[in-house]
């Protein structure tokens, strides 16, 4: 390969979320590469949100794994890979092929994905092979599949703009799919009368643009929509004769939602019945809607049962597959959807095909494979436990990072720590699982790699690369066929590079298919692969952009299914305990691997913190910007108190990004219990129990510095900055000599100078080493939260000739105005900024904060914030 070319442009696809927007990648003459968004590209039309945006930012080589190495030393890959096939065939050989499992990632490419899987289940002959999916997608998956024999999504997202009512629920669309929110907010400033629901327990960013937000209790979904059930059936919107036609199991679904009148409902999801009434009332008015889920709905105990409660009232309706309605599960990862297609599920064989003895047959017939697996292997969850008893013998973990990632996360540490042979193919060396390791196999990443995704609108979408491949880099889907022929499955894995792979992908969803199958790509067997346009399955003859709007589902029968659903009761921790709901946050992409390498995405949240509404936090004496232990007989945490009112009592939120890799304490899925939906397997990630309290302190600091410190205390946390990067820590006892701290954490040198100013009354001291006027360290320690302004002290790592004095007053001068917290990430404009607007520039629209400071109008995803910032302050004016 000769790339990259500079001022040559590639047309690939971003590779965060599952919108799955196309990306336009340019080289330039100076390294870097310019992206954009491509205008022809149908998911995005030309948007980006800001991860998208600063994916330029995130190629460096800092921090990847670029050889391959063999219990931490480096080695070629004719080693590393014959060690792994060895090691494998060894302990098949000893202990049978369910000794042995692969755990794999909606981030993998679909010929990555199909590659492990044939490995697995076609010639290893086991089922183990699961996913991150099944922390992500499984519900809706199960769902799905009770309710149309198939995992199809029936809509696309042209419906949400079509929609009169756009139900969104646990979904906070507009950090974590923000360029489909984006044409949602389009539609409704065109269409004033489409309506927005919001239901998640707290006030999302996503209520921005809702007209109704229901708070419900965590799991009172179901409760909700069966009562939404009983509503449509009373007051006569059902549509009888889909019902009849193309439906099954009206009557057991109906007989459970009769017991649930307003008063029932508004017990257990603690709703007032009038909130519950109006969107009732909305939704039995309105023919076109969608219902839009994610993991506020997936990730729980009753997972699957919320995902039938939705789409049993879909069905009831009739409203489904046609232009602007339908239950819509949106998918998280970029392939989180073609990982699903290959059969990357335990539970799945391939293309959609399940361990059916007719399945079986056919697929072990089309791989020339007699030693095909004949059973689902272990879910992620039960796979880390077997692992900890010793039943799992070897493990590849490609592509996802479970020591942060799963439920009962030190318990999935130490499970690695006693399995005997532990792989990890990932793009970054120190990953908290990488280090757990035997062989690291060093994987190319974005830009590097070649191949395709499905989003969650069923739409194929092709990632080119734009860059060479770094150090001894090699792509999933090469490393994995290398060790499938080393271990002797020569012929079945010879591909030459990932477009064969695809044809032996589209073939298999092709072989056999009478149209019993959804997944059908037959009209692609003779595309050409290098120029495949973004297209949406099923493909026959043509794309079809909806399904079953024919009424025509994937049952025995034909007809779509009713679940009858039974809510659960609703939750209540024992005294003293909260409910800990988990998710993300709009500039951070999971373990933080790729966005917690730049400065811009870094700023938005430099932290881990938590979500406690004032009262809560009144009760625990724990105040704004304090620290809490958050602890349970799992694990523990320690993160920053933001005290809010878009928390419900009761309830915490703390952000799932943070490792070890960027905080002494923040992996908060060693608090989250291993409790799985019964149906899925998808573990409850939303609900933890826990108990609060604040973490004794008895200074805090805040430092800036050039490089980064080595620091072994309670709390730490460390993110990205422009010239360096920036920090928070906490002392249980002050150092007793601060020069010896500070050269020992920052690895001074014995003669650097360390200028000091401490005020013995406020308890407040700062120290500020400098060479040639230029910063290395600047620390900030003051018993209660340090005040600094933290945007300023960050933008002394850029400043020449500083003095010591400017660096120790903590408090910016007129020349370096302090611009706050950051909220436009794509152009660095802080809160203040943007309130100086509203203040002395009298801008009281988000537009016209735009037009004065930038903020909001490149991606938009800020927007909401900005919003916020002059509500308040226009509120702030009338009081
Ligand atoms: N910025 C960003 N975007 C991302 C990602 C990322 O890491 N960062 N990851 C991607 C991935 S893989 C995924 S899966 C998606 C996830 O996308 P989302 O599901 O939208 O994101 P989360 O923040 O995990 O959870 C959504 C909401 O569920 C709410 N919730 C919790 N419990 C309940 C409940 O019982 N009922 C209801 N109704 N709501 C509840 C939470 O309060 C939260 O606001 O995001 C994708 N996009
Ligand atoms: N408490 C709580 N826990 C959660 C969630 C939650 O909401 N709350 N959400 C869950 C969900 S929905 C998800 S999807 C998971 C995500 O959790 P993970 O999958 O564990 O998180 P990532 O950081 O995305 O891990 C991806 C890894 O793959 C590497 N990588 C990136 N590209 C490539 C590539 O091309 N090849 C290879 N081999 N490696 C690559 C990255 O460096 C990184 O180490 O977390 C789950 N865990
Ligand atoms: S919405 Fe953002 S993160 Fe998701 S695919 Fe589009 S640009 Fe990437
Ligand atoms: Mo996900």
């Keep these: 390969m000769t790339l990259p ?3 040559i442009t590639t047309r690939t696809t971003c ?8 990306v336009l990648a340019t080289p330039q ?6 992206i954009a968004g491509d205008p022809e590209h149908p998911a995005n039309l030309g948007r980006l949100c800001s991860k998208g945006s600063a994916l330029g930012e995130t190629l460096g080589l800092e921090g990847r794994l670029l050889y391959p190495e063999s219990d931490g030393v480096r080695v070629t890959w004719d080693v590393a890979l014959e060690r792994v096939a060895n090691t494998f065939k060894r302990t098949i050989n000893a202990f049978g092929p369910n000794s042995v499992a692969f755990y794999g990632s909606g981030q993998l490419l679909t010929e990555d994905y199909y590659v492990a899987n044939k490995l697995m289940k076609g010639f290893i002959g086991s089922g183990n092979m699961d996913t991150n999916s099944r922390l992500c997608m499984a519900s809706s998956v199960a769902g799905h599949k009770r309710a149309f024999g198939s995992d199809t999504v029936p809509g696309n997202y042209e419906d949400l703009e079509l929609a009169d009512l ?5 979904s906070n669309l507009g950090w974590c799919h923000p360029v489909l929110y984006q044409r949602i907010v389009k539609a409704k400033a065109e269409r004033p009368d489409m309506r927005v629901v919001l239901i998640d327990p707290r006030r999302t960013v996503s209520a921005d643009i809702a007209d109704l937000h229901l708070a419900v209790q965590s799991d009172g979904d179901s409760a909700l929509f069966v009562g939404l059930l009983a509503h449509l059936a009373n007051a006569g919107i059902a549509a009888p004769d889909f019902v009849i036609d193309h439906t099954s199991g009206v009557d057991a679904a109906l007989l459970i939602a009769e017991d649930w009148d307003l008063a029932r409902v508004a017990a257990v999801t603690g709703l007032a019945e009038k909130a519950i009434a109006l969107f009732y009332d909305w939704f039995a008015r309105t023919e076109k809607a969608v219902t839009v889920y994610s993991q506020g709905v997936n990730q729980s105990a009753s ?13 009831l309706t009739g409203r489904i597959g046609r232009p602007g309605m339908g239950p819509f599960s949106v998918t998280g990862q970029p392939n989180a959807m073609g990982g699903r297609e290959v059969g990357g599920l335990a539970n799945t064989l391939a293309a959609h095909m399940d361990f059916t003895p007719d399945a079986i047959e056919r697929v072990g017939r089309f791989w020339g494979s007699d030693s095909i697996a004949t059973e689902p292997g272990l879910k992620a969850v039960d796979l880390f436990a077997a692992m900890g008893r010793g039943e ?6 490609m592509a996802t990072n479970p020591v942060d990632s799963m439920p009962e996360a030190d318990m999935v540490r130490a499970a690695l720590a006693v399995c005997p042979f532990v792989v990890v193919s990932d793009m970054t060396g120190s990953t908290d699982t990488g280090v757990t390791a035997h062989v690291r196999l060093p994987a190319a990443g974005w830009g590097e790699k070649d191949g395709t995704v499905t989003n969650s609108e069923r739409r194929i979408s092709r990632q080119r690369p734009f860059l060479t491949l770094p150090g001894q880099a090699r792509p999933d889907w090469w490393l994995i066929k290398e060790v499938a022929q080393r271990m002797g499955f020569v012929d079945a894995f010879s591909y030459a590079n990932p477009g064969e792979i695809f044809a032996e992908h589209a073939a298999l969803t092709a072989f056999e298919n009478d149209g019993s199958r959804d997944l059908d790509l037959s009209g692609l067997l003779d595309a050409d692969y290098a120029s495949l346009p973004p297209t949406q399955w099923p493909v026959r003859r043509k794309p079809r952009a909806r399904m079953f709007g024919d009424g025509q589902f994937f049952t025995p029968d034909g007809k779509a299914r009713f679940v009858p659903v039974l809510p659960p009761p609703p939750f209540a921790p024992p005294p003293g305990r909260f409910i800990l709901n988990t998710g993300r946050v709009r500039d951070h992409w999971h373990t933080m691997t790729r966005t917690g390498k730049t400065a811009r995405l870094s700023a938005h949240y430099a932290e881990p913190f938590v979500e406690v509404h004032p009262t809560d936090a009144a009760r625990l004496n724990i105040h704004r910007a304090t ?3 958050l602890s349970n007989r799992h694990g523990s945490a320690i ?3 933001l005290v809010t009112d878009r928390q419900r009592r009761g309830h915490l939120f703390v952000p799932m990004h943070w490792t070890d890799q960027f905080a002494s304490n923040g992996r908060i899925d060693a608090l989250v219990a291993a409790k799985v939906d019964p149906v899925s397997g998808q573990p409850a990630l939303k609900m933890a129990e826990v108990h609060a309290e604040p973490l004794h302190t008895t200074l805090y600091g805040f430092f800036v510095a050039t490089h980064r410190p080595i620091l072994d205390m309670e709390y730490w946390a460390v993110a990205a900055a422009i010239g360096g990067l920036r920090g928070e820590v906490a002392w249980r006892e002050q150092p007793s000599d601060w020069g010896a701290w500070l050269r020992s954490a920052f690895a001074l040198p014995d003669d650097a100078q360390i200028e000091t100013m401490s005020d013995a009354r406020s308890g407040r001291s700062s120290f500020a080493v400098l060479q040639e006027g230029r910063l290395v360290v600047a620390l900030y320690a003051a018993p209660d939260p340090v005040l600094v302004s933290r945007q300023w002290a960050v933008s002394l790592l850029s400043a020449d000739a500083l003095t010591a004095s400017t660096v120790l007053a903590g408090r910016p001068g007129a020349d370096m105005p302090d611009v706050g917290a950051i909220v436009c990430s794509c152009f660095s404009v802080g809160a203040n900024t943007i309130a100086a607007a509203v203040t002395d520039q009298g801008c009281v629209t988000v537009e016209a904060v735009g037009a004065c400071t930038r903020a909001g109008t490149n991606c938009g995803s800020c927007r909401a914030e900005i919003r916020g910032i002059i509500d308040a302050h226009c509120l702030a004016a009338a009081e």
């Design 639 to 641: 993160v920053r108190a």
């Design 392 to 397: 799992i013998k070897a493990v590849w973990i």
């Design 29 to 34: 003459p100076d390294g870097s590469v310019a």
């Design 627 to 629: 620290l809490v232990r």
């Design 166 to 170: 756009v139900v969104l629920v646990g």
């Design 5 to 7: 070319v500079a001022n």
């Design 15 to 22: 590779p965060y979320c599952g919108v799955g927007c196309g």
């Design 303 to 315: 997972g699957t049962d919320k995902v039938n409660a939705i789409i049993n009232c879909h069905l």
